[in-house]
């Protein structure tokens, strides 16, 4: 394996230049609509919309999570640009972590949004009985599980007193994609991507497309039912199939790539090909998984009924009083 490695060594100065530079660009074009986009969302959600079921409470905690990890864009973009970090490890671990924290509360949000709808329309009376608190509860829940499952990534970091070794700079400077990781046991790595994949993507995954499909079952059976019935299910549909399409699009690349990153970081993949391939395209697949933020508020405006007359209201309040000024 030593000689693999050695054979696999090639000049990535250029590429880690032009990494830089793709990541201060797409963090700068993320910042203002992902700001903007996700202030708005969370006052109408919060303040104007009197319904707090129907999956309302999920769409709040997933725009609190976008919310978060925009304002950790600006230091982000502050290294990328400048090279340096003079803010400490312990800031630099923490906006690491949210971006990973946001990315699973994210998946796992849509699966609940997914999954709820599914069930309030398979099971009307569930809808009826159904109060604010359990979607509390279950936010709650989802938070302190994600936070946990979270942790790995920045367990996996190398202490502080390791440096980079394709790193030029001193070991305080060094931040995000430069931090070092951890090598760890064949034995260990294995559980813990299986870990990874299955509660990261493919179970969620799974249950959204099982919505999906419980709901477009649904949709057939009630032709023959009232036209109340009919709407509720296409609105239903429309929703998971909007969660379902940016589910694929956001976070499937990230955790397709995600399993051969693992293992060309920690040695087990030595083709030089392989490898060249999958650690070029993991910061193109965090990038994509990044748009969510910017994404998921116009799944709020197109598929939240309250919020677009809402906003639509608020528009039209914002013309006459523009035109009788």
């Given at each position: ?5 050695s054979?696999?060594?090639?000049d ?24 903007l ?37 600006p ?62 509860l ?48 064949l ?13 990261g ?24 039912h ?26 499937a ?73």
């Amino acid at each position: 394996m030593t000689a693999n490695m050695s054979e696999c060594q090639y000049d990535d100065t250029v590429w880690n230049q032009r990494l830089d530079k793709m990541y201060t660009y797409f963090y700068l074009l993320l910042l203002i609509p992902g700001l903007l986009l996700n202030t708005i969302a969370l006052w109408v959600l919060c303040r104007h919309i009197s319904k707090k079921t129907k999956a309302v409470i999920f769409m709040i905690n997933l725009a609190f999570a976008d919310l978060a990890h925009i304002l950790s864009l600006p230091l982000r973009v502050y290294y990328y640009f400048t090279h340096t970090w003079p803010f400490g490890r312990g800031v630099c671990l923490f906006c690491f972590y949210l971006k990973y924290l946001n990315m699973y509360a994210a998946i796992v949000f849509l699966m609940c949004i997914s999954m709820q709808r599914c069930i309030f329309l398979q099971k009307p009376f569930t809808a009826r009985r159904w109060r604010r608190r359990y979607d509390l509860l279950i936010s709650f829940v989802v938070w302190v599980t994600v936070g946990l499952a979270c942790s790995p990534f920045i367990l996996m970091r190398s202490s502080s007193g390791e440096l980079n070794a394709t790193s030029t700079q001193q070991p305080s400077v060094g931040c995000f994609k430069d931090l070092p990781m951890r090598h760890t046991s064949l034995s260990l790595t294995i559980p813990m991507l299986v870990f990874a994949e299955a509660c990261g993507f493919l179970i969620p995954l799974a249950c959204i497309a099982y919505s999906t499909l419980r709901i477009s079952w649904s949709l057939k059976e009630s032709q023959t039912h009232d036209q109340n019935s009919l709407n509720s299910s296409r609105r239903a549909l429309r929703m998971v199939l909007s969660c379902f399409a940016l589910f694929l699009f956001c976070f499937a690349p990230y955790h397709l790539n995600f399993a051969l990153y693992m293992m060309v970081k920690q040695d087990i993949v030595t083709n030089c090909e392989v490898r060249k391939a999958v650690l070029q395209f993991h910061p193109v697949s965090l990038c994509i998984a990044g748009l969510s933020c910017c994404v998921n508020p116009i799944l709020y405006y197109f598929l939240t009924t309250e919020f677009r007359m809402h906003l639509k209201r608020r528009t039209r309040l914002m013309s006459t009083s523009s035109y009788r000024e």
